[in-house]
């Protein structure tokens, strides 16, 4: 027994040609005209990865012109096997919460008020204020006279969204400048 | 998506945390079950459904006969059942003879009446009569015989391989259109092949399957299921389930399919598959594959009530494939209520299998 697909297609099509012209073609009429109402609608089933934690949990999004429409876990991944926790469940409202930041918004000392700024304007700032701690606490050397050159009055706390290659430069850019503090937030 | 609007009645009265997994409602019970709440929940499919009633319910009897009698076919070896190498590739059928007569002697009645081929299926039931007159004598098979006899392994063999030669000497010889005799060897075929597929299925379930094609009788998919949750979760997961599983067009045999790939072709490329559905039914869906033109019909079981026999699923999905065929797609498998139009229809002209470095 050797079956293949062009060939079985082919043969089995043939055998319900006889049908076609018989009563087939009445008892399909109806159903045809019901398919000419429906309203149809679509989406591309795209493999991704949860961006919340270490775990990487798979996800299936479906992805409609290039937005993200639904999501579910993926069933393949032998980690999550389609499961997901509340927040990898709640991939699509990262994407399309009317509360999410679009700009920067700054708060000055003392203020209640948070003002609208431009990346630009934030960079130069938060450079700014981590240039002016360094200068003023980096720590050459320690109590004993050891050589540490560490800067104790920083932390960096991490997050869950960025990916492998993010958290070695986040590191490396730390290190540094003699930051010893970190964490990746993945826990929280 | 599980964002669905409108969930689908299942056959029983079971709800969906009391069906299992999978979801089906084996037997003729359920199949006629299904059939009637198909037509329940869309009246146009009234006439359809009664033309294959019949027919499919027939074949589920039997099915279960042959499920009894099944043989055990020695499982491949597993290098080569890893290559893609189905269970009944290497069984011959001449050695099955009797069951296969014994559902075509079956059906013929049930194919002429349904169908109005009254006269092509007397012809049929006539040879078979002078072969089974023959047997008794002590001739063999056709071989033996003076009268036209059909030879169905031979005619078998040539359904399942796609070879139409035999098919079209065979019609030649008794009368009858070589279609119609395709008709009622595929139809005998089914059930046989059914019955002993159900026997068997323990057998291999445990072994890795990774092939679009069915790992018992090597036949494509008649329509795809998305499984409800199979394993108990933690408290704080949510979602789960909607394993992929194919559902044989032939045999009925099911087996897990990886989400990401096209069943026909392989392919992974998720620009060019599309899933399509009706915005009131998004639990039902088209799965388009653009590298090889082709579709498969698939039901999220997460979002049906109740049991589903699998047999009558793709009966009620007919729409479906009137939408798909317009956007010019092949069905992965022919069967036999899809014969649509044929300004429609590429079905008789399906895309060529891919090349091995294709997929």
């Known amino acids: 027994m050797h079956c293949n697909r062009r060939g079985f297609m082919k043969l089995s099509g043939a055998a319900l040609t006889c049908l076609s012209l018989g009563q087939l073609g009445n008892a399909l009429t109806p159903v045809k005209a019901y398919a000419a109402g429906l309203k149809i609608d679509g989406a591309k089933e795209v493999l991704t990865v949860c961006p919340f934690c270490s775990v990487s949990c798979h996800i299936v999004a479906y992805v409609k012109n290039g937005k993200l429409v639904s999501s579910e876990g993926d069933p393949d991944y032998p980690i999550n096997q389609g499961a997901l926790c509340a927040k990898g469940a709640a991939m699509l409202t990262m994407t399309t919460n009317e509360h999410r930041l679009h700009k920067p918004l700054y708060r000055a000392p003392y203020s209640e008020q948070w003002e609208e700024k431009s990346w630009d304007w934030v960079i130069e700032r938060i450079a700014r204020r981590v240039k002016e701690t360094r200068d003023k606490d980096f720590l050459e050397t320690n109590a004993k006279g050891h050589r540490v050159n560490r800067l104790d009055s920083m932390f960096l706390l991490g997050t869950s969204h960025a990916d492998n290659e993010e958290c070695a430069l986040f590191h490396q850019a730390m290190k540094g400048l003699g930051v010893v503090h970190m964490d990746h937030q993945a826990r929280i | ?359």
């Open chain 2, 1 to 359: 998506m599980q964002h669905d609007t409108d969930t689908m009645p299942g056959t029983g009265s079971g709800t969906a945390h009391e069906a299992d997994a999978a979801g089906r409602a084996a037997g003729p019970e359920g199949l006629v079950a299904a059939l009637a709440a198909i037509k329940q929940r869309r009246p146009a499919y009234g006439a359809l459904v009664d033309l294959f009633t019949d027919l499919l319910r027939e074949q589920a009897v039997l099915a279960e006969t042959f499920a009894a009698e099944a043989p055990t076919p020695e499982l491949p070896d597993p290098e080569r059942w890893r290559q893609g190498v189905f269970l009944l590739a290497d069984v011959d059928l001449s050695a099955h003879a009797e069951p296969l007569g014994r559902a075509f002697d079956a059906l013929l009645p049930v194919l002429g009446a349904s169908f109005g081929l009254e006269r092509e299926m007397d012809v049929l039931r006539a040879a078979r009569a002078g072969q089974q007159e023959s047997a008794a004598k002590g001739g063999s098979t056709a071989t033996d015989a003076t009268a036209p006899q059909p030879d169905l392994p031979l005619l078998a063999h040539a359904c399942l391989d796609g070879h139409a030669k035999p098919l079209e000497d065979a019609g030649a010889a008794l009368g009858v259109e070589p279609s119609t005799l395709a008709l009622a060897v595929r139809s005998a075929l089914a059930p046989v092949l059914a019955g002993w597929a159900r026997a068997n299925g323990p057998r291999f379930a445990a072994r890795n399957w990774t092939q679009g094609y069915c790992p018992f009788c090597g036949s494509p998919p008649a329509v795809a299921t998305l499984s409800r949750i199979e394993n108990p979760r933690g408290e704080n997961l949510v979602g789960g389930g909607g394993k992929k599983h194919l559902h044989c067009s032939l045999c009925g045999h099911e087996w897990a399919f990886r989400r990401d790939a096209c069943p026909a072709c392989g392919n992974t490329d998720h620009d060019r598959r599309e899933v399509l559905f009706a915005e009131d039914a998004r639990h039902e869906r088209i799965e388009a594959c653009s590298a090889c033109s082709s579709y498969l019909l698939c039901v999220d079981l997460r979002e049906v009530d109740g049991d589903l026999s699998m047999e009558a699923v793709p009966l009620g999905l007919v729409h479906l494939d009137v939408i798909a065929r317009e956007k010019a797609l092949a069905p992965m498998a022919v069967m036999p209520w899809t014969v649509l139009d044929p300004a429609l229809d590429p079905v008789l002209d399906p895309a060529p299998d891919p090349a091995p470095d294709e997929k």
